[in-house]
């Protein structure tokens, strides 16, 4: 069984920064990181495969998020730089086993709790 341990949401105002961090116990092929805000479907904002690195975002994230992962602690980061008021939402780390990088909510088997993130404006 997998379970996974989130950490690192707050408050912050437009244009500062927050990391994510997600700590995964058990077997999985890649993590991602989605998020939900208020009325809203959850949705994907960024993944990395454990093997080799390679990593997606979405595109309302890219040039100011980014994922990395350190295999030895079997963590996965989210720094996201450059916040605006529509980031906020609860994040939520999620895990999968298999090939590629799933950019969609049903590809992961495994989630954790949920970390709120606000920015205010």
């Known amino acids: 069984q997998v379970q996974l341990a989130e950490s690192g949401g707050g408050l912050v105002q437009a244009g500062g920064s927050l990391r994510l961090s997600c700590t995964a116990s058990g077997r999985t092929d890649s993590m991602g990181w989605f998020r939900q805000a208020p009325g809203k479907e959850r949705e994907f904002v960024a993944a990395i495969r454990w093997s080799g690195g390679s990593a997606g975002y979405t595109d309302s994230v890219k040039g100011r998020f980014t994922i990395s992962r350190d295999n030895t602690k079997s963590a996965v980061y989210l720094q996201m730089d450059s916040l605006k008021p529509e980031d906020t939402a609860v994040y939520y780390c999620?895990?999968?086993?298999?090939?590629?990088?799933?950019?969609?909510?049903?590809?992961?088997?495994?989630w954790g709790q949920g970390t709120q993130v606000t920015v205010s404006s």
């Open positions: 999620a895990a999968r086993l298999g090939p590629g990088i799933g950019y969609n909510r049903w590809n992961y088997a495994y």
